[in-house]
């Protein structure tokens, strides 16, 4: 069978199970991961469509749809929102992080007994949350209010701050299987570079489209050079290692505020982009192993738990501490459960610094990506149902910005 036409039937398949996903009240994203499961090894083995190798030469599609997706965040840090709800919006993104690393912490330290190197690591991964899977069901159910534009801000900042702590805690783990001199250098320099540099080329390349297009009209051109200045987003991180998501939020965000109307330059990428997010699930789906249920022990089953329930709490003593909306502060955490790409993309960097902790590493991220991707979005549906945000749109005259990025798929 063609390669091509492998692509093009597993997009039938995604697009199927998201429809289906439709018919029983579950958000599409959950439809098109299930859906995958039958695409992929996992179900079929030997059988399937994609085998494992094909999936991995497909990555650069999850690679473009990750950076249009962090494109359309870019989008929700427009600085006059960030003047009022910044500080707010930070204090909450810090508290569910930390609520997720504290316990995860504590349960592997002091329950399971665990090296520090170990228990730091695997903390630290826990902070991480999938955007994808977010924004994608804020776009479903054109949801609007406070408590989606916090979310959208919370998932955003998330990162940053995980990537920090994560090259934070490698730099701890390190040191103290080797002995070391903890050095503020050693600790801090590689994510500060990482960070700082990813938003100054995202910035620079964000002018630089806001230039270009600021003239510019017509909808195909405007497609095309923005899809060119991401694509370029992209391959520059990589080249000089830096994030090409952060990258990618950095030129959204930079169009957004430099730009009299920056809205029909993002709806015109996200006329193009539907394909690239039903494979990119679909192949999240085809992904998965489901041996690793087996296999990840009462250690991993713990670890989702904590996890969830640090995001949560966090997310709920954040609220409180800054005096948020009642549906901020009581459901905001139930959005932040997604785990994926992030997370998958650190424990290979766990597997290059730290090979002696990887096996058991990478079983128990790939386990919480498979329970959280799944069940992910059905939290996160629940989320703006219960703060009564879904068809948000409908509702108010939303101005032009803040119509970006979650309109109808």
Same mark, same amino acid.
């Given at each position: 069978m063609g390669f091509l036409l492998k692509i093009g039937i597993a997009l039938v398949i995604g697009v199927i199970g998201g429809k289906l996903a439709k018919l029983v009240k579950l958000p599409s994203v959950s439809g098109y991961l299930i859906a995958g499961l039958f695409v992929g090894p996992a179900i079929l083995?030997?059988?399937?469509?994609?085998?494992?190798?094909?999936?991995? %030469?497909? +990555?650069? !599609?999850?690679?473009?749809?990750?950076?249009? #997706?962090?494109? &359309? @965040?870019?989008?929700? *840090? /427009?600085? $006059?929102?960030?003047?009022?709800?910044?500080?707010?919006?930070?204090?909450?993104?810090?508290?569910?992080?930390?609520?997720?690393?504290?316990?995860?912490?504590?349960?592997?330290?002091?329950?399971?007994?665990?090296?520090?190197?170990?228990?730091?690591?695997?903390?630290?991964?826990?902070?991480?949350?999938?955007?994808?899977?977010?924004?994608?069901?804020?776009?479903?159910?054109?949801?609007?209010?406070?408590?989606?534009?916090?979310?959208?801000?919370?998932?955003?900042?998330?990162?940053?701050?995980?990537?920090?702590?994560?090259?934070?805690?490698?730099?701890?783990?390190?040191?103290?299987?080797?002995?070391?001199?903890? %050095?503020? +250098?050693? !600790?801090?320099?590689?994510?500060?570079?990482? #960070?700082?540099? &990813? @938003?100054?080329?995202? *910035? /620079?390349? $964000?002018?630089?489209?806001?230039?270009?297009?600021?003239?510019?009209?017509?909808?195909?051109?405007?497609?095309?050079?923005?899809?060119?200045?991401?694509?370029?987003?992209?391959?520059?991180?990589?080249?000089?290692?830096?994030?090409?998501?952060?990258?990618?939020?950095?030129?959204?965000?930079?169009?957004?505020?430099?730009?009299?109307?920056?809205?029909?330059?993002?709806?015109?990428?996200n006329a193009f982009v539907a394909p690239f997010y039903v494979l990119f699930f679909t192949f999240a789906g085809a992904s998965l192993d489901l041996k690793v249920l087996v296999s990840v022990g009462l250690i991993g089953i713990c670890y989702v738990v904590a996890r969830g329930f640090g995001k949560y709490l966090g997310a709920f003593v954040g609220g409180k501490l800054v005096g948020a909306e009642k549906e901020i502060t009581n459901f905001l955490g139930l959005g932040l459960l997604p785990q994926g790409g992030v997370s998958i993309g650190l424990s290979v960097l766990v597997a290059s610094q730290l090979p002696e902790y990887a096996v058991i590493i990478n079983t128990i991220i790939m386990f919480s990506v498979l329970i959280y991707e799944t069940s992910g979005p059905i939290f996160s549906k629940l989320a703006i149902s219960l703060s009564g945000e879904i068809n948000g749109m409908d509702k108010t005259e939303a101005s032009p910005v803040q119509d970006l990025g979650l309109q109808s798929t």
């Amino acid at each position: 069978m063609g390669f091509l036409l492998k692509i093009g039937i597993a997009l039938v398949i995604g697009v199927i199970g998201g429809k289906l996903a439709k018919l029983v009240k579950l958000p599409s994203v959950s439809g098109y991961l299930i859906a995958g499961l039958f695409v992929g090894p996992a179900i079929l083995g030997n059988n399937s469509i994609l085998n494992s190798n094909e999936l991995s %030469t497909l +990555g650069f !599609i999850s690679e473009i749809a990750l950076a249009f #997706i962090a494109f &359309s @965040i870019g989008s929700e *840090f /427009v600085l $006059g929102d960030l003047k009022k709800y910044g500080k707010k919006v930070f204090i909450i993104t810090i508290a569910e992080v930390f609520g997720a690393i504290i316990l995860v912490f504590c349960l592997m330290f002091f329950i399971f007994k665990q090296d520090f190197a170990f228990s730091i690591v695997i903390a630290s991964m826990s902070a991480a949350t999938a955007p994808a899977a977010t924004l994608l069901v804020m776009r479903q159910y054109r949801a609007y209010g406070p408590m989606t534009k916090t979310l959208l801000s919370v998932v955003a900042l998330d990162d940053v701050v995980g990537i920090v702590i994560f090259g934070i805690s490698m730099a701890l783990a390190k040191m103290s299987i080797s002995g070391e001199a903890i %050095t503020f +250098g050693k !600790i801090f320099l590689g994510p500060v570079i990482e #960070i700082f540099g &990813s @938003i100054i080329v995202g *910035f /620079v390349i $964000g002018l630089i489209l806001s230039f270009v297009l600021r003239k510019e009209n017509d909808h195909d051109d405007l497609q095309s050079i923005s899809i060119v200045a991401i694509l370029i987003g992209i391959g520059v991180s990589y080249l000089i290692n830096l994030s090409p998501l952060l990258t990618n939020i950095a030129i959204g965000m930079t169009l957004v505020n430099t730009m009299k109307r920056p809205q029909k330059v993002f709806n015109s990428v996200n006329a193009f982009v539907a394909p690239f997010y039903v494979l990119f699930f679909t192949f999240a789906g085809a992904s998965l192993d489901l041996k690793v249920l087996v296999s990840v022990g009462l250690i991993g089953i713990c670890y989702v738990v904590a996890r969830g329930f640090g995001k949560y709490l966090g997310a709920f003593v954040g609220g409180k501490l800054v005096g948020a909306e009642k549906e901020i502060t009581n459901f905001l955490g139930l959005g932040l459960l997604p785990q994926g790409g992030v997370s998958i993309g650190l424990s290979v960097l766990v597997a290059s610094q730290l090979p002696e902790y990887a096996v058991i590493i990478n079983t128990i991220i790939m386990f919480s990506v498979l329970i959280y991707e799944t069940s992910g979005p059905i939290f996160s549906k629940l989320a703006i149902s219960l703060s009564g945000e879904i068809n948000g749109m409908d509702k108010t005259e939303a101005s032009p910005v803040q119509d970006l990025g979650l309109q109808s798929t």
